[in-house]
């Protein structure tokens, strides 16, 4: 038989079955908002990655000048066109190795005498009487190259490409190279040439090629770079750029005026030649 609880132990069992009912219901409620809380924040903290990605994108691609120099960009331009310059080498050269070979016979066997003629004088003058070795003229046995890199590359320039002149009437205002000026803000070499002419004379294309830079910041001011292979051309201190970048460009088509803008002392053409990433004197394939 059920045993007969008094008031007491009816009050307390009641209270134990409410208080475990409360003690349920508060956990399923703490769970349930643990769980909302966690898929809230998560949900924010990806929205505000998304956000930050888009920001720095947006941030890079409108600062892209800013942030990569422009030596680096060029470089990365260029990258086909010295591929390409690389695998014509070695096509022209397995072409010509043929017809090479008795040659290299031959200037190796000049080598190997000329070593030996060096070492026989070597020791020749090791016997010589002092006294008559004071009018005699000492050679120089060091080996220089008969070609300097520039001469290579005027070489070939010459016979790959026809170069004209950026502007008709230009007069030569600032020589290739090492040069002096009160003005501070020039620099003591200078990597081009300068063309002085009126603001606002056409500057013509010196060759076909593509634009492949048009800017107006730094010391060049407005200036725009025309490439072709491992060549690029630069025009600089431009009043105004007459083409986009990307555009190709024919010979003698014009491109920009002549200006002032950037590091610049008065209307002028600052005209460069770059092999790779050599100057080359502008006046060694053209006449100015």
């Known amino acids: 038989m059920e045993r007969i609880l ?22 399923l409620y703490d769970r349930n908002n643990n769980s909302k809380k966690r898929y809230i924040g998560s949900k924010i903290g990806f929205q ?25 960009i060029e470089k990365i331009m260029l990258y086909e066109d010295k591929l390409n310059l690389k695998i014509n080498s070695l096509i022209n050269y397995q072409n010509d190795e043929t017809l090479d070979m008795n040659d290299n016979i031959g200037s190796d066997a000049n080598i190997e005498n000329t070593i030996l003629q060096d070492k026989a004088n ?19 046995n060091e080996v220089v190259s008969s070609m300097s890199q520039m001469d290579i590359d ?28 009160e003005y501070q803000n020039v620099k ?4 081009g040439i300068d063309l002085a002419a009126e603001k606002g004379t056409k500057i013509k294309s010196s060759f076909n090629g593509i634009v ?3 800017s107006s910041e730094g010391d060049y001011g407005k200036h725009l770079k025309v490439r072709c292979n491992n060549v690029t051309l630069l025009y600089a201190h431009c009043s105004k750029i007459l083409v986009k970048e990307g555009e190709m460009v024919s010979e003698g088509q014009e491109i920009a005026e002549v200006g002032s803008t950037g590091n610049s002392t008065g209307p002028h053409l600052h005209f460069e030649i770059r092999v790779d990433d050599r100057f080359v004197d502008p006046k060694k394939i053209l006449n100015f």
């Open 188 to 191: 003591g070499y200078h990597t």
């Open 122 to 140: 070597n020791e020749e003058s090791k016997m010589v009487n002092p006294e008559e070795k004071k009018d005699e003229i000492v050679p120089n």
């Open 48 to 72: 505000i990655l998304i956000l930050l990605n888009l920001t720095m994108i947006i941030f890079c691609l409108q600062n892209r000048n800013y942030i990569f120099k422009e030596e680096f």
């Open 212 to 214: 492949s830079l048009v």
């Open 6 to 27: 008094n008031d007491e132990e009816k009050i307390r069992r009641a209270e134990e079955i409410y208080s475990r009912r409360n003690n349920r219901n508060i956990n």
């Open 154 to 181: 005027v070489q070939n320039l010459k016979a790959s490409y026809h170069l004209i002149n950026p502007l008709e009437k230009g007069i030569v205002s600032s020589e290739f190279g090492s040069r002096e000026s």
